[in-house]
Nanobody, 122 residues
């Protein structure tokens, strides 16, 4: 089971760190990803990290501002979000897939957390 936390209200230019803890499986074998869904929009890929933590991928819209990381000892993946913009406002979801590659399509992911709301005010 994936449990996301860390969302909230922040002003533009501010930072938040999201966490996603996995309590139900062998966390270290899974590729982990963060997705987001803004009101009226489709869910989109934000960032992903391989099981080892060595390979990381980002959506162009967040490159240079967001950083994904994982701690396999704590069964947790993080998303550090800096220089937040109002367009980053969305519900953020963590997800896990059992394959070896970081993929950007949400249907490739097998398990999902409940989502945490990030609101960035201008």
């Amino acid at each position: 089971q994936l449990q996301a936390s860390g969302g909230g209200l922040v002003q533009a230019g501010g930072s938040l760190r999201l966490s996603c803890a996995d309590s139900g499986r062998t966390f270290s074998i899974y590729v982990m990803g963060w997705f987001r869904q803004a009101p009226g929009k489709e869910r989109e890929f934000v960032a992903g990290v391989s099981w080892s933590g060595n390979n990381k991928y980002y959506a162009d819209s967040v490159k240079g501002r967001f950083t994904i990381s994982r701690d396999n000892g704590l069964n947790t993946v993080y998303l550090q979000m800096n220089s937040l913009k109002p367009e980053d406002t969305a519900v953020y979801y963590c997800a896990a897939r059992s394959g070896g590659r970081v993929l950007t399509s949400d249907y490739e992911y097998d398990y999902w957390g409940q989502g945490t709301l990030v609101t960035v005010s201008s």
